[in-house]
C-alpha cells in the first residue's frame, strides 16, 4: 500500500540533545519500516536542516515532499511530553496536497500537524474535494490545538475542528486535547453526538490507562498492554498510523484500533530496539478487549 503524511518534521531537544521528530518521523518509520508500506512525507524544511531530513528519511526507505520554511519546529520534550516549542509562521498549503494526492494516489493519508502548519478551513475545502478519494483518511489533532505562552504549550479548543473530524475516516487525539471540557464523560458524550450523523470514528487515548473509541453512536473502551515505559515519544503517532495501515488493507475498525494500540505499546517497551514486527502485533492483539462500558 502507499501512504502519504503531512506535517512537519521537528527537532526535538531532549536533556540538551537534538533529534528529529513529528509525526511524520514516527508515523513515516512505523508504515515503511514495520508495516511495509510506500510511505510519502509532506513536510515543511528549513536549510539548516534539509540535508539531515533528507538523509534520515532517505535512510528508512521514505519519499521526501517538501515546503520551504524559514524555521521548522524546534520542541523541547520533558518526561516524553512536548512542554514548549519555537516555531516560525510555516503553511502546508492544501493544492500542494492535492497535487500529491492526484501523483501518488495513496490508499492512506494521514494528516499529522504539529503547530498549526494547516489551515483548518483550507483543509475542510481540500478534503471534501477528496471526496471521492478512497484512501483511508486519518486525523490526529494535537497540532491543531497547540499554543506556545509564557508558560509553555497550552491547549486551545477550535470548534471548526468538528467539521474537519467529520470528514476523515479516523481522528485521534489524546484526552488533555480535546480541551472545550476537562470532564471525561461530557468529552466523550459530545463527541460521540457530534460524530453520530458521520461515517467518522475518534480514539481519545489516556497515556497508559485506557484507549476509548467513538463510532456510530457508541462508545468502546479497551486498555493498553501493561509494559515498561522507555520512551514515549511518538506513540500517538504510532497508534494512528498502524490503526490507519491495518484499516485501510481492509480489516474492521475494533481490529485496526486494537492493531494501533499494540503497536503503540510496544514502541513505548521497545523504544531503543526493533519496535515490533507484525507477527508481534498478531500475537499481543488478544490481550486488547473492547468493552461497551463508557467511560
Not at 513515516?28 to 534520515?56: A, K, M, N, P, W
Not at 453520530?196 to 457508541?218: F, R
Not at 515505559?229 to 491495518?246: K, L, M, Q, R
Not at 513505548?268 to 514486527?277: C, E, I, K, Q
Amino acid at each position: 500500500m502507499r501512504a502519504l503524511i503531512i506535517g512537519s518534521t521537528t527537532i526535538d531537544v531532549l536533556d540538551k540533545t537534538f533529534r528529529i521528530g513529528g509525526s511524520t518521523y514516527y508515523g513515516g518509520i512505523t508504515l515503511s519500516r514495520y508495516l511495509g508500506d510506500e510511505t510519502h512525507v509532506l513536510t515543511t524544511i528549513d536549510d539548516d536542516v534539509s540535508g539531515y531530513f533528507r538523509s534520515t528519511f532517505s535512510e528508512l526507505g521514505i519519499s521526501l515532499h517538501s515546503v520551504k520554511c524559514s524555521r521548522v519546529p524546534h520542541f523541547v520534550i520533558k518526561q516524553g511530553k512536548a512542554v514548549n516549542v519555537v516555531v516560525s509562521d510555516c503553511m502546508i498549503p492544501p493544492d500542494v496536497v492535492r497535487d500529491l494526492v492526484r501523483v501518488i494516489k495513496p490508499d492512506i493519508i494521514f494528516l499529522a500537524p504539529v503547530y498549526r502548519e494547516i489551515d483548518v478551513r483550507d483543509y475542510v475545502n481540500l478534503l471534501r474535494s477528496l471526496k471521492d478519494v478512497t484512501a483511508f483518511k486519518a486525523l490526529d489533532i494535537q497540532g491543531l490545538v497547540r499554543v506556545s505562552t509564557s508558560r509553555g504549550i497550552e491547549c486551545s479548543w477550535r470548534e471548526d475542528l468538528l467539521d474537519l473530524m467529520s470528514l476523515v475516516n479516523l481522528t485521534h487525539g489524546n484526552i488533555r486535547e480535546f480541551c472545550f471540557s476537562n470532564n471525561v464523560e461530557y468529552i466523550i458524550k459530545s463527541l460521540t453526538d457530534a460524530m453520530k450523523p458521520y461515517d467518522s470514528a475518534v480514539t481519545i487515548t489516556m497515556d497508559s490507562s485506557y484507549v476509548y473509541l467513538l463510532h456510530g453512536g457508541e462508545c468502546f473502551k479497551a486498555t493498553p498492554l501493561k509494559v515498561v515505559i522507555t520512551d514515549e515519544v511518538g506513540a500517538g503517532d504510532v497508534f494512528t498510523a498502524s490503526a490507519a495501515h491495518y484499516a485501510a488493507e481492509g480489516r474492521d475498525l475494533l481490529y485496526a484500533v486494537r492493531a494501533g494500540i499494540a503497536a503503540a505499546s510496544l514502541k513505548v517497551w521497545r523504544a531503543r530496539s526493533t519496535w515490533f514486527t507484525k507477527e508481534d502485533i498478531e500475537n499481543y492483539l488478544h490481550q486488547i478487549i473492547f468493552s461497551q462500558s463508557c467511560p
